[in-house]
């Protein structure tokens, strides 16, 4: 199988200039060894986040959040849909976050002082499941608190159309740091394409993380990422869009909230009108009635330029009851 390892994936930018590092057909499976977001500066609670003392916080923005690429698909040509196909991931025994002053909503706070007073490191121990791997392996947050081992993909995307955009936060309907706890196994990503090849990026990949991501970090970790891609010829969605088992979901970055909510959810109508033959009037009121429509925040934090990530969903279910264009 081929692959991208580790040492090779300390990428900081979606350059569409890059040499790839590798070259794939559709449907051809590969594997991606990342860095955690930290690039392996954070191995015990002793290693804080102090931009000084950090390799790469001399720089403006930061050398973090590194990702690996670009890989090159055989046959992609900009105006294509790229598929990413999410297999598996399979992350290390460690996950950490890292909070301290002027760090997320909080670094500045006087209700606690000891958020915006102290640097704070924890490590969390992974322990395998049944397969002996940490694919259904158990994150121990301390010696009570457990939960499943729950891995996604934080940063994926293809070059931009013209701007070189860094890793840290750049977004866009092309991707970028997103942190979408749906690019997870067994789900399908679907991307505008710009450029001959797709020439897409991963890494950041997260063991676990709650709605918003709150503090600016998850469970960190590093990761061995099993994908493989897919194309559709001749078209491309506005923005990006996941399909599940269960649901689809349309995503949108932008500040404030409201406009990124607002705006995923008129991708879905897009999404319903063009392939699941809605008119535009149930369409509307669809979004407005179904008691299980979605919105969900998937990151809101106040780091850099980063917007804020909604993603509007909805049950397949409803879809089969729908009369297919």
């Known amino acids: 199988m081929k692959k991208i390892l580790r040492e090779q994936a300390r990428k900081f930018a979606f350059d569409h200039s890059d040499k790839p590092l590798l070259r794939v057909k559709t449907g051809e499976r ?19 986040a102090i931009p000084a003392n950090r390799p790469g916080f001399d720089r403006n923005p930061p050398l973090a959040n590194p990702i690996a690429g670009p ?13 990413v196909n999410i297999h598996e991931i399979e992350v ?14 909080l670094g500045e706070s006087s209700r606690w002082p000891e958020l915006s007073s102290e640097y704070h490191t924890k490590i969390f121990k992974h322990t395998p499941g049944a397969s002996g791997t ?5 994150l121990h947050f301390n010696d009570k608190i457990s939960w499943p081992i729950t891995p996604f993909v934080g940063t994926l995307g293809v070059a931009p159309d013209r701007d070189v955009l860094n890793s840290l936060d750049g977004q866009g309907d ?21 450029h001959e090849g797709g020439l897409f990026y991963l890494g950041d990949v997260h063991a676990s993380q709650g709605d918003t991501e709150y503090t600016g970090t998850a469970a ?3 990761a061995t990422v099993r994908l493989s891609f897919d194309v559709i010829k001749g078209s491309r969605p506005p923005g990006i869009r996941i399909e599940t088992p269960e649901s689809i979901i ?13 705006q995923a959810t008129v991708y879905m109508m897009e999404w319903l009108i063009n392939s699941y033959g809605f008119d535009p009037t149930d369409a509307y009121c669809f979004v407005s009635t179904c008691p299980d429509f979605r919105i969900n925040i ?3 934090c106040k780091i850099g330029k980063l917007s804020y990530v909604a993603g509007a969903e909805i049950p397949r279910r409803y879809l089969s009851q729908a009369k297919l264009k």
Request: cysteine-free; charged content about 25%.
């Open 92 to 105: 290390e025994n460690t996950s950490w976050i890292a909070v301290g002053p002027k760090r997320g909503p």
């Open 71 to 83: 890989v090159y698909i055989e046959g992609l040509e900009p105006g294509d849909t790229l598929i």
């Open 30 to 48: 590969f594997e991606i060894e990342t860095w955690d977001a930290g690039s392996g500066f954070f191995k015990s609670p002793a290693d804080k």
């Open 174 to 194: 092309w991707g970028g740091n997103l942190d979408i706890r749906d690019f997870k196994p067994g789900n399908k990503v679907f991307l505008p394409v710009y």
């Open 134 to 138: 940490t694919m259904d392996g158990t």
């Open 298 to 300: 998937y990151q809101m």
């Open 250 to 262: 349309t995503i949108h970055a932008y500040r404030p909230l409201e406009e990124a909510v607002h």
């Open 220 to 222: 960190e970790t590093q």
